[in-house]
């Protein structure tokens, strides 16, 4: 009886694992037949702005991207593995973007963010606090994802919140350089970060830690100042 039930089982579970596979095998084929019409749309939007080709550099060392200006010919980043490289570009004035080579969701993303990190200026504009550059590049990305036909909402949702997790520690970073303040700050970009409870609820208490940090940094400064005069 045993040996029977055996072999009805193996007979039973091998056309079922075997369409399994089959159906799998058929999602991953849709979505990557997804990601790629996505990266034709990205590379459309790209060519339609007025960056120069010869200053679009792409990667495959993580997620990240970087848009900026460097009359050095080279330019830093600490990578996604925490390894600082050096990546040599054409000495010019004009900006450039560095963007992962597309392969999901997320490098989709980071090509939308630092399309927008260009087309809105934010090169070109030093006075503008870096958590309001980052916030303005994420509400460009998500704007023009939602454009997307092929990115649905699915899609977006890790995304959107990511994002403001993204910007909120732009946010306390700046805080800690001394940039700006609870009082002080972008009130669109306080209400977009108070949009999410889970924000708001540590809100108040990491800007304030962000202020101390800054205000102990700032009176060792001016204290190793008075002891070497």
Not at 56 to 85: A, E
């Amino acid at each position: 009886m045993n040996l029977i039930k055996k072999i009805l089982r193996f007979f039973l579970l091998k056309p079922i694992t075997k369409l399994v596979k089959v159906q799998t095998q058929k999602e991953e084929k849709k979505v990557k037949s997804k990601i790629e019409l996505c990266k034709v749309w990205v590379e459309e939007l790209l060519l339609s702005t007025d960056m120069e080709l010869e200053n679009v550099f792409v990667h495959n060392l993580g997620n990240w991207g970087v848009c900026g200006k460097s009359p050095f010919g080279y330019t830093k980043k600490t990578t996604t593995d925490g390894v600082t490289r050096k990546f040599m570009i054409p000495k010019t004035d004009k900006a450039y973007i560095f963007v992962p080579e597309i392969v999901d969701t997320w490098t989709i993303h980071a090509w939308l963010h630092e399309i927008g990190h260009y087309v809105l200026g934010h090169c070109d504009d030093s006075d503008k606090p870096i958590y309001i550059k980052e916030y303005e590049a994420e509400k460009y990305s998500i704007d023009k994802g939602k454009e997307c036909p092929h990115i649905n909402d699915f899609m977006m949702v890790d995304i959107e919140v990511d994002a403001r997790w993204y910007v909120f520690s732009c946010l306390i970073n700046d805080i800690k350089k001394g940039k700006t303040t609870k009082s002080t700050m972008d009130e669109n970009v306080k209400q977009y970060l108070l949009s999410s409870k889970y924000i708001g609820e540590v809100f108040d208490k990491e800007c304030d830690l962000a202020l101390a940090e800054y205000t102990e940094k700032t009176l060792k400064t001016y204290e190793d100042l008075f002891v070497n005069l």
